[in-house]
């Protein structure tokens, strides 16, 4: 992961798997009760936003729990009311959504990068708790989670993406930019606070130096912030399977079955194909070189002031 963590990766991994537990039984309790829950994640490149919704969603059922990661407005978006693109992706009842940042964009980059007008984010400023209030009159259950990382951290993980080919695309021309900008980013998430932090719609401050603490921590506080009940069913007995009587599978050699490359060339493996063999053109080819990278190291240093 590239950062070290107070917890060891096995310990986190089961508590995880607790947690999910849970978090399958939340899902169920929202649909039953035909529920609308809402939480956005916000804070500097590289907090750990994307790994935190990835670690929440990763055991739910995706027909009801959804991503709203939006990209850049499209000409015909920012003629719009500033808020419309964003409540396309409110939830139904029954759903979760999850913002990977949201309209909070015009309060930080929009105003740091100067994407919007001096108007513009001063409408922002005196409509966004009243349409943060709408939702929560709706019905919608409401989160907020600015994801606080210390200078020194954020570097460290940039120069992670930088060395992993698997990661590099995280990195934009946008975020190399706001390297040199970093207290006016502090400043705009001073204001940001001031003006959005209300007791209705309060901000939930995450510590996210260690991805692997912030990861359970935001659980933990979300599964605690939305009452549920264990609704889980009762085990069910599996039916027999039907016999095949005078049914003949058709011949498997006449499949187009994929290069078994993994684990490799087994003499007599039947794993694939339900209990057939395995066409001897389906087995195993020679392993694609690997690709760049390796074992990274851990950077260690004083931490400084976190935003």
């Known amino acids: 992961m590239g950062d070290s963590s107070a917890i060891r990766k096995?310990?986190?991994?089961?508590?995880?798997?607790?947690?999910?537990?849970?978090?399958?039984?939340?899902?169920?309790?929202?649909?039953?009760?035909?529920?609308?829950?809402?939480?956005?994640?916000?804070?500097?490149?590289?907090?750990?936003?994307?790994?935190?919704?990835?670690?929440?969603?990763?055991?739910?059922?995706?027909?009801?729990?959804?991503?709203?990661?939006?990209?850049?407005?499209?000409?015909?978006?920012?003629?719009?009311?500033?808020?419309?693109?964003?409540?396309?992706?409110?939830?139904?009842?029954?759903?979760?959504?999850?913002?990977?940042?949201?309209?909070?964009?015009?309060?930080?980059?929009?105003?740091?990068?100067?994407?919007?007008?001096?108007?513009?984010?001063?409408?922002?400023?005196?409509?966004?708790?009243?349409?943060?209030?709408?939702?929560?009159?709706?019905?919608?259950?409401?989160?907020?989670?600015?994801?606080?990382?210390?200078?020194d951290v954020q570097e460290s993980r940039f120069k992670d993406r930088l060395s992993d080919p698997a990661k590099r695309w995280k990195l934009s021309p946008m975020d190399m930019t706001a390297r040199s900008k970093w207290v006016d980013y502090s400043r705009a998430k001073d204001a940001m606070l001031e003006f959005s932090d209300t007791p209705d719609s309060p901000w939930h401050v995450v510590d996210a130096d260690d991805k692997y603490c912030a990861r359970l921590n935001v659980i933990t506080h979300m599964l605690k912030s939305v009452p549920y009940e264990d609704l889980t069913p009762e085990p069910i007995e599996l039916p027999p399977r039907q016999k095949a009587g005078k049914y003949a599978r058709p011949p498997i050699d006449s499949q187009k079955w994929i290069p078994r490359i993994y684990p490799g060339a087994l003499a007599g493996d039947a794993s694939a194909g339900g209990g057939e063999s395995v066409p001897e053109s389906a087995r195993a080819v020679s392993a694609p070189p690997r690709g760049e990278g390796g074992k990274k190291g851990k950077k260690k240093g004083k931490k400084k002031s976190k935003n």
């Open 10 to 151: 096995k310990e986190y991994l089961e508590e995880l798997d607790r947690l999910t537990v849970e978090l399958v039984k939340l899902q169920e309790w929202v649909k039953a009760k035909s529920l609308k829950v809402v939480a956005l994640f916000e804070g500097r490149d590289a907090a750990g936003k994307g790994g935190v919704i990835k670690a929440i969603t990763a055991g739910l059922n995706p027909r009801s729990a959804r991503i709203a990661a939006l990209p850049a407005p499209t000409e015909k978006e920012r003629t719009q009311w500033y808020f419309q693109r964003y409540v396309a992706q409110l939830p139904s009842g029954g759903e979760l959504v999850f913002f990977d940042r949201s309209w909070y964009n015009r309060a930080g980059v929009e105003k740091v990068m100067g994407f919007c007008t001096e108007a513009e984010y001063a409408e922002f400023a005196r409509s966004v708790p009243e349409f943060e209030r709408m939702l929560l009159r709706s019905g919608i259950i409401f989160l907020k989670y600015w994801f606080s990382v210390s200078d």
